[in-house]
């Protein structure tokens, strides 16, 4: 399957990325025979996608990654780069190869000094591949500075350098940069769409695949996980029972620690398993000596490791409580449907009964105040609120209604 089969209900985008890919490769086999260069290209030195969270915004730019590196020699009989199959695409998926640099935020911001190597990086030619791709999966974290650098490395790009910027909207890029890029917008996949390909694709029996693309309304990402991890299915469960839990202030208080704890726990788990590994390999790279004992002055180098592993922690908390705040919203609007008659899906059938008692327990101005509370909470943990102190005032305000 070509990298384009990966991309879940986007068509559209997938064919103008694969016409760009085309003249892409042509552009490289001219400069390198001494071709004449072919006219009118479809590619350029910088793009932005934008799209709903699961729309598959990274996703994307990772298969238009991989068909710039194609070497297939398909292309040749006029097959579209982006096979799937060869060198150059398997190692821009799965993160290996040279040329291809991603950066993501670690914590709640992208800094400077996260972008320094890469934007140095950006003015230079490719190493062996056909193209040197810079993937920035988070551009909305740009803060000032890392922004500026990036602007710098967009407007004035090496030959064959190309900028592939991920955000959730044009109004979350800096305008000086999204002007220099190309835009795609990227629309949210159907739910019979997301269910398909867990099927097609995962293997995942087909009751589970729909019940996970309806639960998260076509975010490809969640539904896979969901799809195919039972605790992440255990926790989902956990979470829609909350609004049945807010009926006395302790057991508003309980839900959120509990919240809270879930969150955290997720953290720990990841960072258990990530941490040790980098910091085990870094030792090595700084010549640790048996023991464990690190050569003179790289001590700063090692508390650098240990502070982006803390924000890194911390973001994925955050993440993780985002998570469960997006599927309490998913279940107020459910009740919120039920309310006003509304012929539209219900997301959440597996808690049809919870939906009826608060359906009929309360009114569409109490469900829509507790979906504003959901989104307040939200607010307050991107402002860095105690997470803690953050549900806890949500929960009571769930409870107020």
């Not at 592939?164 to 159907?190: F, G, K, M, Q, W």
Request: hydrophobic content about 45%.
């Amino acid at each position: 399957m070509t990298v384009w089969d990966d991309l879940v209900g986007q068509e559209k985008v997938s064919e103008q990325l694969a016409a760009a890919a085309r003249d892409a490769d042509a552009l490289v086999t001219a400069v390198a025979t001494a071709a004449p260069l072919p006219e009118a290209s479809k590619m350029t030195h910088a793009w932005l996608f934008t799209g709903p969270p699961g729309a598959g915004r990274t996703q994307t730019a990772h298969a238009f990654a991989a068909a710039l590196q194609c070497v297939s020699p398909d292309r040749a009989l006029g097959g579209v780069p982006g096979c799937g199959f060869c060198d150059g695409c398997h190692t821009a998926l799965i993160g290996t190869h040279a040329d291809v640099s991603t950066v993501a935020a670690v914590g709640a911001e992208i800094l400077v000094k996260d972008m320094r190597d890469t934007v140095r990086k950006s003015f230079t030619s490719p190493a062996n591949g056909r193209w040197q791709v810079i993937l920035v999966e988070d551009a909305e974290r740009l803060n000032e500075k890392s922004g500026n650098a990036v602007l710098k490395a967009v407007e004035e790009p090496a030959p064959r350098t190309v900028w592939l910027l991920c955000a959730p909207s044009l109004e979350d890029v800096l305008p000086t940069i999204r002007s220099r890029c190309r835009h795609l917008n990227l629309r949210t996949p159907s739910v019979d769409a997301v269910a398909d390909m867990l099927v097609r694709r995962e293997g995942i029996e087909p009751g589970i695949a729909a019940a996970a693309a309806r639960a998260t309304q076509g975010h490809v990402d969640r539904a896979r996980r969901l799809a195919s991890d039972p605790a992440a299915r255990e926790r989902r469960a956990a979470v829609l029972k909350l609004p049945l839990r807010v009926e006395d202030i302790g057991g508003c208080l309980r839900a959120a620690q509990e919240l809270v704890d879930a969150a955290a726990e997720d953290a720990k788990q990841l960072a258990e398993e990530v941490d040790g590994k980098e910091t085990e390999e870094l030792k090595t790279a700084l010549g640790a000596v048996q023991g464990g004992r690190l050569p003179r002055g790289t001590a700063g180098v090692m508390k650098d490791l240990e502070d982006m592993q803390k924000r890194r922690r911390t973001r994925t908390q955050r993440d993780s409580l985002d998570l469960a705040l997006t599927d309490l919203t998913g279940f107020y609007r459910d009740v919120l449907a039920l309310q006003l008659g509304s012929r539209i899906a219900l997301a959440n059938v597996d808690a049809e009964d919870s939906l009826e008692r608060l359906a009929h327990g309360s009114s569409p101005e109490a469900t829509l105040r507790r979906i504003e509370a959901i989104g307040a909470c939200r607010d307050a943990l991107d402002r860095n609120v105690s997470p803690l102190l953050a549900v806890e005032a949500m929960t009571m305000a769930l409870r107020a209604g």
